[in-house]
């Protein structure tokens, strides 16, 4: 069966090789994943290959928690993007991923991403570093639902929703026309009737400092650093390659296009991550666990 990745730039046959080697010289790595490795899934990123957003700014934090209009931009915007999320399939590169971790090559595998992909793909040792949009909580009791009840709820809630277009972003946000979000029914938390906001980080939000603190154990354990599919715009995977560079470990990056990091990496590939990571894992003659398929945890 063919691969589903097409290799269109760079020596990828090279870059596998100096993959490989890393691998090899630096046998636990701390991987660090963002948006750019969920694309051969069919989930867009934010960026482009200069790191300029190619949408509108995301919704920050403090809009959301202090805006009902924001809420409701929001609600009805994801009520189109969750689906595609929700139906999106681990890729070569996840799959790579799980691969190296079952053969002890991966400490943690700390993702900027909110998908759930690498869960999917067999990976275990994960950090949902922004969270997971699979799950919705209350910010008034911290009641937890599935993303799916609240999807039912906005569909009952506002029937014009269907019909109103649009494209999908990455954090499951929609681009869609402002004109009717006035009208907009918000979600309420089934137990206690309060405002509901997906279980993920916005832009502006902190990262819950369990997670920060697990991304230091990790880091601190680990030979090196492999940051795939992110320009590391975002401070908190920036932060994660200068701790590394910053105690003298290596950076490994591969994206397509340039990155914050770029001055504190020892290598930088832009061969894409769905070939090159599937080509390293098959050099280094590693066996592909079996994938999680919809387990939820």
Known sequence: MPHAYTVVVNDLQQDIRTLVAFIREYPRL???TGAG???????????????RWLHSTPIRHHEFITSAATRRRYWARSWHGWPAVRDARPN???RALATLERAGHVERLV?????????RAGSRAVIDLHGRLDTVRCLACDHCVHRDSVQAQLAAQNRWVEESG???????DHDISDDKLADVALPLCEACGGDLKPDVVFFGGNIP?????ACTTALERAHGLLAVGSSLQVFSGFRLCRSMHRVGKPVLIVNPGVT???DLASAHLRSPAAALLDGAAAALRLTRPACAGDNPN
Do not use: K
Not at 39 to 45: K, Y
Not at 166 to 172: E, I, N, T, V
């Open 166 to 172: 649009g494209s999908a972003r990455p954090d499951g």
């Open 260 to 262: 914050r990091a770029d």
């Open 92 to 94: 070569a590169a996840h």
């Open 30 to 32: 701390v991987v660090l």
């Open 209 to 213: 400092a369990r997670r920060l603190e």
């Open 111 to 119: 993702t900027q991403n909110v998908d759930r992909l690498h869960q």
């Open 37 to 51: 490795i969920s694309v051969d899934s069919g989930i867009p990123t934010y960026r482009d290959s200069d790191g």
